[in-house]
């Protein structure tokens, strides 16, 4: 088995206007990959770095090119996004796993993916070093920059950080200092909720003018049994942190269903919605429940609020 560890660079939109929402929105463009590929007893066997050419956010945001020193020139001679992932999914070769440290490079990854229509199937299997290096160091999962990580482990920083490849190499020290075997095994265990489950439908809609009428609108209220195609009972939105709503519902036949959305301003435009299904598991059914258990708390203390406000003294 391979170790890939990874790491990338995006650009953004310039402004929430400028967001390129179709197919799905792009909130990044991937404009670099590094990454060291590792033998079984975690010897580097290579490595792989490519810039990419940005099709949609061309002009480098002055905070990207500050953090990472990549110029427009190094852009502009790259080849396209496709191209470079193509090109390293080969160098993986079969038999590889991914790491990267923390999820959002993974997630990046994703939405490119989707947008550009790339199959996630060809995608080795990944993993959060983060995830391990948390429970191997505190038993917990919590998060911990890479810095502080190497800064733990005494390892030298004499690369430049924020460059994709400097990045993967940096992981990969931290690797060498973890128990991979144990860490691995251990690691299904380990994992946060999010990254635990994976929805098994996602839709996306805007804009709407505003948060009321995106919570309150038949897309996103209506709801259909993933398995069967039966229309359920509508989904009732309770809060779910910010600019989160959840909500579930069940089929006579398929049990019951959870559903996420997610509620993104974007400016002018007014508000985006992302909707997901899972199925409902244990812990889905906890989550929901704490917060229902919440937001009738809320609504109690609103009531007497209200009622104590209206009573003629
Ligand atoms: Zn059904």
Not at 31 to 52: H, P, Q, R
Not at 98 to 127: C, I, V
Not at 140 to 164: C, F, M, V
Not at 279 to 303: I, N, V
Request: hydrophobic share 35%; charged share 30%; aromatic share 12%.
């Amino acid at each position: 088995m391979r170790y890939i560890m990874f790491d990338m660079e995006w650009n953004y939109a310039p402004s929430p206007e400028c967001v390129v929402v179709r197919p799905v929105p792009l909130k990044g463009e991937i404009i670099e990959i590094g990454a060291v590929m590792l033998d079984e007893n975690l010897a580097e066997v290579g490595t792989f770095k490519s810039y990419v050419r940005p099709k949609y956010y061309k002009r480098l945001q002055k905070r990207i090119s500050l953090l990472t020193g990549i110029t427009k020139e190094q852009l502009d001679g790259a080849p396209r996004f496709g191209e470079v992932f193509s090109s390293f999914i080969e160098w993986c070769g079969e038999d590889a796993c991914l790491f990267t440290w923390g999820s959002d490079d993974m997630q990046m990854l994703r939405d490119n993916m989707s947008f550009f229509k790339l199959d996630e199937a060809m995608l080795p299997p990944h993993y959060d070093l983060q995830v391990i290096y948390s429970y191997e160091t505190s038993g917990e999962y919590a998060q911990h920059s890479l810095h502080a990580a190497l800064e733990n482990y005494g390892i030298e920083e004499e690369l430049e950080a924020h460059d994709a490849l400097n990045d993967a190499i940096y992981t990969a020290r931290v690797a060498r200092k973890l128990d991979m075997k144990r860490g691995l095994e251990e690691y299904a265990s380990h994992l946060p909720l999010w990254m635990s489950h994976r929805p098994m439908d996602v839709r996306q809609w805007g804009f709407y003018e505003d948060k009321h009428q995106a919570v309150h609108s038949s897309r996103t209220c209506s709801a259909r049994c993933p398995e069967c195609g039966e229309a359920l009972e509508p989904l009732r939105w309770i809060p779910g942190g910010e600019n989160r709503k959840v909500a579930c519902t069940s089929c006579r036949v398929h049990g019951r269903f959870f559903y996420r959305m997610f509620l993104h301003g974007m400016g002018t435009r007014g508000w985006w919605v992302k909707k997901e299904t899972y199925r409902m598991d244990s812990q889905l059914e906890q989550y929901y429940s704490e917060k229902l258990g919440k937001f009738k708390a809320g609504s109690r203390a609103s009531r007497r609020k209200h009622r104590k406000e209206n009573t003629p003294v």
